[in-house]
């Protein structure tokens, strides 16, 4: 198993957009529609934002959003906002009843 | 809505076992799946392995021979356990719920530092 390949950081200033990409292989991104993305926080218990590719929990706002091309995924923040400072990492199922994440980004607010 | 609690030695000497627990509250252990993680200092979130609430498990291929999970219906938590332990198992662990692929519900994490 090894890790999604995600950018190490991204930033937008309040109110652009930022799309944080996942790459991994046809084991795992490519060959199953389960995959989230997770905000996290030190110290906080981390939070589902995206999952199934590009569904919103109930109280995710709408500027999440999530989709999938081949073996990337990837998350947008649309409308950037203070509070979305974070570690973004994603998460796909990988067959077998087994699941990898993704190397990290840092998400900054400008 | 559920809350989960982790908590653990904090310090574990090389070689030792590592023993973890996850207190549920707001809910029953027997009601969920439950997975564990951990994320190394730096590092992303590594998927340490699955416990379903019939007591089924799947481990991470590379921590297969040295982890055991359980769950403990009379108090309500479950229960982790990494043998062998070197520096490279220093990391946050975190318990979590697992709902038809997603981890929906996370705790805090606990903090675990092996180190003589």
């Known amino acids: 198993q090894s890790a999604l390949t995600q950018p190490p950081s991204a930033s937008g200033s309040p109110g652009q957009s930022v799309t944080i990409s996942c790459t991994g292989t046809s084991s795992d991104v490519g060959g199953y529609k389960y995959v989230s993305w997770y905000q996290f926080h030190p110290g906080k218990a981390p939070k589902v934002m995206i999952y199934e590719v590009s569904k919103r929990p109930s109280g995710v706002p709408d500027r999440f959003s999530g989709s999938k091309s081949g073996n990337t995924a990837s998350l947008t923040v649309s409308g950037l906002q203070a509070e979305d400072e974070g570690d973004y990492y994603c998460s796909s199922y990988a067959g077998g009843n087994t699941y990898v994440f993704g190397t990290g980004t840092k998400v900054t607010v400008l | 809505q559920v809350q989960l609690q982790e908590s653990g030695p904090g310090l574990v000497k090389p070689s030792e076992t590592l023993s973890l627990t996850c207190t549920v509250s707001?809910?029953?252990?027997?009601?969920?799946?439950w997975t564990w993680i951990r994320q190394p200092p730096e590092k992303g979130p590594e998927w340490i392995g699955h416990?379903?609430?019939?007591?089924?498990?799947n481990f991470n291929p590379a921590l297969k021979s040295r982890v055991t999970m359980s769950l403990d219906t009379s108090k309500n938590h479950l229960s982790l356990i990494l043998n062998s332990v070197t520096a490279a198992d220093t990391a946050v662990y975190f318990c979590?719920?697992?709902?038809?692929?997603?981890?929906?519900?996370w705790g805090q994490g606990t903090t675990v530092t092996v180190s003589s």
């Open positions: 979590a719920t697992d709902y038809n692929y997603v981890l929906d519900v």
């Open positions: 416990i379903g609430r019939k007591g089924n498990t």
């Open positions: 707001g809910g029953s252990i027997s009601s969920f799946d």
